[in-house]
């Protein structure tokens, strides 16, 4: 083999290579990507007494193109979906289309996730994870706070 044809050989392993390695790029560039996170939000309670607690599912739109997301809510471990219409402070955003670096917080009032855990004491009921789904299906989910532990909502 003479330089020339080792030196071309290299050029186009090269121009494979950086050809692929752009290719995907380019494909990845186009998925969705939202990140969720859950935490525990509290407000002031209007009439005074104890302040309002909430879960709050963020959905981020952490990809370049816009997403709708048409429901949030908690997983428990029997493969129901617990959500909310309304909270304490006022009806769902949802559907929503999130654009690229916006986001959209959902509120879930606390006492309405732990009655569901109550509503038949045989069952061995807990949440397990958190969740926003998008237009086409897709769940994005997160991990639950550490206080769901605490509270006995979650055995995570």
């Known amino acids: 083999m003479t330089f020339s044809e080792i030196l071309t050989l290299i050029a186009a392993v090269y121009g494979a290579s950086l050809s692929t390695y752009l290719g995907i790029k380019e ?3 186009h998925k969705r990507k939202i990140l969720v996170t859950c935490r525990m939000a509290l407000t002031p309670n209007p009439s005074g007494g104890e302040p309002w607690r909430f879960v ?10 816009p997403v709708e ?8 471990n029997t493969g129901e979906l617990f ?7 006022g009806s ?10 916006e986001s959209v917080d959902i ?17 061995d009921l807990y ?11 897709k769940d994005y989910t997160t991990k639950l706070p550490k206080v769901f532990k605490d509270r006995n ?4």
């Open 27 to 29: 494909i990845n560039r």
């Open 56 to 65: 709050s599912v963020q959905a981020y739109n952490d990809g370049h193109r």
């Open 69 to 76: 997301i048409k429901m949030s809510g908690l997983n428990l």
């Open 83 to 89: 959500t909310q219409v309304e909270s304490r402070l």
């Open 92 to 101: 769902i955003p949802l559907p929503k289309i999130i654009g690229d670096g």
């Open 107 to 123: 509120y879930f009032d606390l006492d309405a996730i732990e009655s569901i855990l109550q509503r038949d004491p045989s069952e």
């Open 127 to 137: 949440y397990t994870k958190a969740f926003v789904r998008d237009a086409s299906g």
């Open 153 to 156: 909502l979650s055995k995570q």
